[in-house]
């Protein structure tokens, strides 16, 4: 199982960015797919989740109303849309997946899949 993540780069604060993630084999087969956050020193970081179906939608509350999370299953594919992007935003950022309901979206240790991260960096 790979996952490839993309759309990280620079962007000023205020701007927005698009993460994807592409999961080998067939996305609806995964229960949540999730990204995380870490910066140096940092512990990893619940960001946000989507349920196998799309329907239910996890945030933290650091980018809740400004991130959304979403799941096209015909393209396995999961994507974070980020606007208004502050600097405490800058992190590389990883997408995950599940392979079973675990009950729980915001622990990493819950995700069976990692992919191998992607830069988000922004400049005030």
């Known amino acids: 199982v790979q996952l490839q993540a993309s759309g990280g780069g620079l962007v000023q604060a205020g701007g927005s960015l698009r993460l994807s993630c592409v999961a080998s084999?067939?996305?609806?087969?995964?229960?949540?797919l999730g990204w995380f956050r870490q910066t140096p020193g940092k512990e990893r970081e619940f960001v946000a989740a989507?349920?196998?179906?799309?329907?239910?939608?996890f945030y933290a509350d650091s980018v809740k109303g400004r991130f959304t999370i979403s799941r096209d299953n015909a393209k396995n594919t999961v994507y974070l849309h980020m606007n208004s992007l502050k600097p405490e935003d800058t992190a590389v950022y990883y997408c995950?997946?599940?392979?079973?309901?675990?009950?729980?979206?915001?622990?990493?240790?819950?995700?069976?899949?990692w992919g191998q991260g992607t830069q988000v960096t922004v400049s005030s």
């Open positions: 989507v349920s196998s179906s799309g329907g239910r939608t």
């Open positions: 084999g067939r996305a609806s087969s995964y229960y949540h």
């Open positions: 995950a997946a599940q392979r079973r309901d675990y009950n729980s979206v915001y622990e990493g240790n819950r995700y069976d899949y």
